[in-house]
Nanobody
Framework: QVQLVESGGGLVQPGGSLRLSCAAS????????MGWYRQAPGKQRELVAG???????DYADSVKGRFTLSRDKAKNTVDLQMNSLKPEDTAVYYC????????WGKGTLVTVSS
């Protein structure tokens, strides 16, 4: 079993910044990919940013240039730095780790509003 602990999130004004952090622990033999997804009310969960074991990083088009994903392989952590936040970034953000099995965090709410 793998446990994911998320931190960060909260309320921020448009144009502001937030940082989300996720730490994975437990029976981890190999992590093929880590990243963050989000789900806004009434919408499907979507990939925000992810990184593979080969350090290939993918971003949703809507966040390119504003969000930055970083990973610490030694600590099994993945952070999402979110800048220039927009109201449409409001969603519950979920950490994801893929070891051959998908693991999800409980989610952290990000609200962008004035």
């Amino acid at each position: 079993q793998v446990q994911l602990v998320e931190s960060g999130g909260g309320l921020v004004q448009p144009g502001g910044s937030l940082r989300l952090s996720c730490a994975a622990s437990g029976s981890i033999s190999v992590i093929y990919a880590m990243g963050w997804y989000r789900q806004a009310p009434g919408k499907q969960r979507e990939l925000v940013a992810g990184i593979t074991s080969a350090d290939r990083t993918d971003y949703a088009d809507s966040v390119k240039g504003r969000f930055t994903l970083s990973r610490d392989k030694a600590k099994n952590t993945v952070d999402l730095q979110m800048n220039s936040l927009k109201p449409e970034d409001t969603a519950v953000y979920y950490c994801n780790v893929y070891t051959g099995i998908n693991y999800w965090g409980k989610g952290t709410l990000v609200t962008v509003s004035s």
